[in-house]
């Protein structure tokens, strides 16, 4: 099995939403709906002192993630009916369906709010990779919309030569699920564990 | 990864209408069905073959990105773009942003314009209530009303507005249109993006420089200064500065600084670029340091005596000489102002520490290359003419201009493939106003003078505007300054007689039509068009359908307009509107003719085409040599003094507060950091937004919300007020009311405010006028620019109240 990854270089990510929107258009998404969020993690100060001098430690970056199709998927774990199931040839996350109940465990579980219940459709939804256009050779359209190039998808073996496992914050400690989520971080990345900073856009990423 | 038909998602996206049809009823057609608001992927059913067309992003952005558009049973089924899988950023795509990834929802708006309208009887201008009419009475009604105004005023009474929702080759039929009918319009000069700058830099460089160096030539250069600029933002394209700064900042071995009273998005995990700034000062930070050049020896004397005047009291011209006119004079307190413009000085007004000045002086001074860019946000201010300018002084004063990983201060250039658009044809009317001015025009046009107005051709208009074309553009009220005023005017019928409105969808502009006309997204039409930034491209658009309702393309509703007034041939010169593209795409291949042929061209839909220099560095010839080069100005030099604006200066009249030099100077704002007053202490600035373009898209759902309008304001100004993230606020000035939501935020500076600018203003204009849509136009002053009579929309002071 050749488990497959997204990469995001966090230098280049501007954080334009570009694929998210890609990923909506494709998916057919009504308005409310995002398989792939752009967090805004911000934090530090700036002021002005007395004569009127501004100083600043803000520091802030911008963050794209979906599922990360882990290698501990608690998604799947959790699920009752195994409706969420991990593919044995590339590692996929993805939903069945026919399967699916709609408990909502799934979305309780996932540490990076990829999936949730779609109640219009009566069960789970989230990104799937775009598996049929990833199995056909292509890749997501997330990746290929990216205008600065920073988001890519490729064997777990490339992305990890190319960044760190999903360790910045906000994202959890990648222990957890063992996502397949490879980062060069932002020069103001904070670690995974930090508190120093906060998601900024929360109306951006429900 | 094609949407089946889901009923209970059908039904729910829909509405009563689509509820009907899965109910049975039948009769009504898909098409009816889909333009009603459901994007056809959510219905269309698993038949049909489906077909990729390629088109184009038309909007008001150098970007044009390529739109690969997937039909099926006739309707847009998703929206795709040209992209390779490869690590090569040298590899030319024009990925479409956000926004261009959002078309379908665009496409199929419920408010989409699909019949000819009439402002309903009984209804003023601006109230927004429209019956269907048949296009022979819309033709007819703009026919009779356009022969009134001719035969009453003569073709200076009618103006065509500035709008920029969709480009093309073809896209822009209507100057044509009103020279072939009768003779002219009163045109414009200038535009709404960067009229000071615009306006000044013939002063500064001549006529031949418009920008500066491509973007990757600061991958050369020691030092890099942004000043007012977020290239990500404003030109979010794969392939212009979105793509070309964030490979520019990846290879270049210069350390940069972005000055903006914001930490935008360029800035984004990169914090230590940021140098915060209070709005509308960045003139003062440059004097500030040219002061710190000057006395320390830092600036380069050979360049400055050669290649530019007005430098020092040796470089003035012969009739400015002994009277303390120099910039250095400026500089040193012994001319103009008699202020020495010390750090401490630039300290006070920019909010930079004197310390930081001088160690950015030095950094200024001594590191070359020096690459210095402005974007248009410091200059759409009051003092935006010599702020625009002023900023060209840093790589004026240090000799950094016409050299390897140099440019000239102005804004980024581009290597672009030129197409030769639809010709104009004659204008038989002199007069031209400045952009900014239409209202101003239709209120008292024939008041407004060349000495005070800024009006050009004629030394007074001879008429009020009485009939407006409005296509494709927001900016009657929405892009437009104080929207108030703008609404009593224009809904005075006694003032302008007839305003002809054509677009896709009913915006805060087009409530103000008499007439409506329903216009074709570029990306429904045969198109061409050619754009680049650091490599340059062409995209060849097909129809994805035949046009849907009675929608027609501007040309056709043009060429309909032509006829009724006797001047068909004249307008058309017998070509369809795909014929007039073939010939004048003919005419591109005899000036560039390594330019694919039209088929071929029609076929692969994208072509591009890397810079053969790889870099441009902007003006080398002049550098390289001068005398054989110079430059359009009057002395063939840089002008840092220019007799020819002193002249202008001399028969213009000016506010008090506009203190107008021939040098560039630090000019405080009318309403700004340093005129700020007890009721409105916040100085207020708008930006570019991710989820618009100017307005448009700004009615497209899924990109609002996860686009808000916000108002981003400090933790030091939310604080004292009570407001929290998330907060609705309400702002306020001399000028009007708006209300939208508090993004609390150490990214801009204290005292300073922010909120994007094209939001959609949403105001009961016979009640409380307050704004729910969070427009910016709302509070921004109408009253012109000295120099350009241009639009200081970033020049506003404000209240905030949480409410």
Known sequence: MSQLAFFLDGTRCTGCKTCVFACKDIKDLEAKHAYRHVYEYTGGETLKDAQGAIAS?????????????????????????????????????????????????????????????????????????????????????????????????????????????????PLPDPSYTEPNLYLKPARDARPAASSEGRVANPLEVR | ???????????????????????????????????????????????????????????????????????????????????????????????????GRSYRAWVYHPDRINYPLKRAAGTRRGEGKYERIS?????????????????????????????????????????????????????????????????????????????????????????????????VETRQGGAVSHHDYVAMRERTKGKIYVIDPRLNDSLLGHSDEWLPINPGTDAALVAGIAYELVNNGWTDEEFLHDYCVGYDEESLPEGAKGQGLSYKDYLLGTGYDKVAKTPEWAAAITGIAAAKIRSLAKEVGTTKPLFVVQGWGSQRRSNGELTGWSICMLPILTGNIGLPGTSNGLREGSYAIALTGLPDGDNSVDAMISVFSMVDAIDRGSSMTEAADGVVGVERLPYDIKFVVNWAGNCITNQNSDINWVHDVMADEDKCQFVLGSDILMTDSLKYSDIILPDLFRLEQTSLIGTGGDGAYMIAGSEPYAPKFERKSAYDAATLIARALGKEQEFTEGRTQEEWLRHLYG?????????????????????????????????????????????????????????????????????????????????????????????????????????????????????????PQELWINPADAQPRGICQGDTVRVTNQFGAMELLAKVTPRTVPGTVCTPQGAWHDANMAGDRVDKGGCINTLTTHRPSPFAKGNPQHTNICQVTKV
């Open chain 1, 57 to 169: 430690t803000c520091f802030t970056y911008a963050l794209s993630v979906a599922c990360n199709h882990c290698s501990s998927p608690i998604c799947a774990q959790v699920c009752p009916t195994g409706a969420m199931h991990k593919s044995e040839s590339d590692g996929l996350v993805t939903v069945d369906a026919a399967r699916c109940i709609g408990c909502g465990y799934c979305h309780m579980a996932c540490p990076y709010n990829a999936p949730y219940v779609d109640r219009a459709k009566g069960h789970s939804v989230k990104c799937d990779a775009c598996a049929d256009l990833v199995r056909a050779g292509d890749k997501p359209a997330c990746v290929m919309a990216c205008p600065a190039r920073a988001l890519r998808f490729d064997t777990m073996e490339a992305c990890s030569a190319r960044g760190e496992r999903a360790n910045t914050a």
């Open chain 2, 587 to 707: 005419l591109s291949r005899e000036k560039d003719p390594s330019l694919p042929g039209y088929d071929t061209a029609m076929q692969q839909g994208v072509y591009t085409r890397k810079n053969p220099k790889k870099k441009t560095v902007v003006m080398e010839a002049f550098r390289s040599d001068p005398a054989a080069n110079p430059l359009k100005t009057p002395s063939g030099k840089i002008e840092i003094y220019s007799e020819k604006l002193a002249a202008h200066i001399a028969m213009h009249t000016f506010a008090p507060d506009d203190k107008v030099t021939p040098i560039p100077t630090y000019v405080p704002e009318w309403h700004g950091v340093e005129t700020t007053t007890k009721e409105n202490p916040l100085a207020l600035s708008g930006f570019h937004y991710r989820g618009r373009l100017h307005s448009s898209w700004g009615a497209v759902e899924q990109l609002k919300l996860l686009n």
């Open chain 2, 1 to 99: 990864m094609h949407a089946h038909l889901d009923r209970r998602s059908f039904v729910k996206g829909t509405g009563a209408l689509a509820a009907l049809a899965a109910a049975g009823a039948g009769g009504a057609s898909a098409t009816a069905l889909f333009a009603a608001g459901a994007p056809p992927a959510c219905a269309a059913a698993d038949s049909g073959t489906e077909r990729v067309v390629w088109n184009h992003c038309a909007i008001n952005c150098p970007g044009r990105c390529a739109l690969k558009v997937y039909v099926r049973d006739d309707e847009i089924v998703r929206v795709d773009t040209y992209a390779a899988d490869t690590d090569d950023l040298d590899d030319i795509q024009p990925r479409a942003c956000l926004r």
């Open chain 2, 135 to 231: 296009w022979d009475e819309a033709i007819a009604t703009i026919a009779e009303n356009y022969r009134s105004v001719i035969k009453n005023y003569g073709p200076e009474a009618v103006y065509l507005n500035y709008c920029t929702g969709n480009y093309g080759v073809t896209a822009r039929p209507w100057s044509r249109l009103l020279n072939a009918i009768g003779g002219g319009h009163l045109s414009f000069y200038g535009n709404y993006s960067l009229a000071q700058l615009m306006w000044i830099t013939p002063y500064i460089f001549g006529s031949s420089v418009s920008a500066g160096s491509t973007l990757n030539v600061a991958e050369d250069a020691g030092l890099v200064l942004v000043f007012g600029s977020s290239p």
